[in-house]
């Protein structure tokens, strides 16, 4: 293999034959046989990042690249043929990479049985429909064909669970970021003028909220800490019991969503609607996820991209939970009968959380990422010792997607039922910690045992 031994078969023939003048793009498809589909990866700013993502964009059938990984895991340190061929040669492209469950590659256990049913077609799909969008589609012919042309600069892309991508220009992730400020200061505006007790009241009630929410996420991740500590000499990493770890840290976070709900807003908003309530908390969600995506875009990470679909769709929803309020208000007026204003309230809050439940699916499948990817690949991607790492992905990005996906610190405070699911929560976390100290540890794990291939 050439590319395995200091790249002899690519530096061979980009010296010596005739038709190395002629490469212009390369696709290139690396590790398959693992679980997942294909992660793209096209590069940096200076490396025809640009030309790749229009390309993939085009010709994706199942789309699959991660903001995580473009930002933390450089395209350089990938050690393929395709690094070579961007590093030494200045030739733009895509490497896609099957990286989820890595740890059996190269090792004895590399065979066919951890390859999930069609994701080598997948994965072939992908390099066929990407090879003709390149040869094919005028306008990236262009991009890194014509001399006048630039393939290089940032494109930013994030997909949805394989089945659409989003691709992005710095130019219209401005434009996004200028929308999507102007319309949460508008909202502000709005919620602050139609405060009956003040302009002042409604201030302190979004930064007080605003700060529950950092709070809760900030005690989801020391609880999860606390149970890595207790657990991690037996339990060991996530794989050494499939997902089992996920759940553990999961619940324990969701317990934490909703204790913050009955203890820290129950006094302060006692006597207040549940949709009072929950229009403020919105309010200082959305703040807080224009603030973190402004924060993550001036550091220049692609990360900021994922944030940003969160305050999206959380603004989309807020903004139809109050469509769905003012047109319950005018059927109430018309309406002669006398009916329950119940209803209205519950359907808007509903339905403004089921469409914010979209950016919850880009947090968890970051999650998901974390944990199969970085997890997997060892001291690689174990940023803190031991099971501290799989805690700190589960936590952070497990508590965001609860917290954007679900009304539990208004629900907590005004629905029954939310005890019980508080109660419940509490009793599977602590089955799943017992589980953890008792059920048994794998002597080894196929990645963990000597014998490459």
């Not at 212009?24 to 590069?43: I, N, T, W």
């Not at 924060?295 to 769709?313: D, E, I, P, R, V």
């Not at 469509?323 to 403004?352: C, H, M, Y």
Request: net charge negative; with cysteine.
């Amino acid at each position: 293999n050439g590319e395995e031994v200091n790249y002899l078969g690519l530096d061979s023939f980009m010296a010596s034959s005739p038709w190395a003048a002629d490469v212009g793009f390369f696709v290139q498809m690396d590790q398959s046989g693992s679980r997942g589909h294909a992660l793209a990866v096209f590069g940096d700013r200076e490396s025809g990042e640009k030309a790749a993502a229009f390309a993939y964009h085009a010709g994706a059938v199942h789309p699959h690249t991660s903001v995580l990984l473009r930002d933390f895991q450089p395209w350089e340190d990938m050690n393929t043929d395709g690094s070579r061929l961007r590093a030494s040669y200045g030739v733009p492209g895509i490497g896609m990479y099957m990286m989820e469950d890595r740890c059996p590659y190269h090792t004895v256990y590399d065979d066919l049985s951890h390859i999930i049913r069609g994701n080598l077609q997948a994965h072939g799909n992908n390099f066929v429909g990407v090879s003709r969008a390149v040869t094919r589609n005028e306008a990236i012919l262009d991009m890194w064909a014509k001399s006048d042309s630039d393939p290089s600069g940032d494109a930013y892309t994030i997909d949805l669970l394989s089945s659409s991508m989003l691709l992005l220009t710095p130019a219209t992730m401005a434009v996004l970021y200028s929308l999507l400020g102007i319309s949460v200061i508008a909202v502000v505006c709005v919620v602050a003028f139609m405060e009956p007790q003040g302009r002042t009241t409604a201030l302190v009630d979004l930064s007080l909220l605003a700060c529950a929410h950092v709070a809760s996420i900030g005690a989801g991740l020391v609880v999860t800490f606390v149970l890595a500590f207790c657990v991690g000499a037996n339990f060991g990493y996530w794989y050494r019991r499939d997902g089992m770890a996920v759940w553990l840290y999961i619940f324990p976070s969701l317990c934490v969503q909703l204790s913050f709900g009955r203890l820290l807003l129950f006094k302060r908003f006692y006597g207040v609607s549940a949709e009072f309530i929950q229009w403020r908390s919105s309010t200082a969600a959305v703040i807080l996820l224009l603030l973190l995506t402004l924060l993550l875009a001036m550091a220049g990470l692609h990360m900021s991209l994922l944030f940003g679909m969160c305050a999206l769709t959380r603004l989309a929803g807020f903004l139809l939970r109050i469509g769905i309020g003012f047109i319950a208000q005018r059927a109430k007026k018309e309406s002669v009968a006398n009916k329950s204003d119940a209803w209205p309230a519950w359907l808007g809050i509903t339905s403004e959380l089921t469409l914010a439940s979209l950016g919850s699916i880009y947090l968890l499948d970051a999650m998901r990422f974390a944990v199969l990817n970085f997890t997997s690949l060892g001291q690689e991607g174990a940023i803190l010792p031991g099971d501290l790492t799989l805690a700190l992905y589960v936590g952070l990005f497990g508590s965001s997607a609860i917290l954007q996906s679900s009304g539990v610190q208004v629900l907590s405070t005004r629905c029954i039922f939310a005890g019980h699911v508080l109660v419940i929560s509490l009793f599977v976390s602590f089955c799943l910690v017992v589980a953890a100290f008792v059920l048994p540890v794998y002597d080894k794990y196929p990645c963990e045992v000597p014998g490459v291939l």
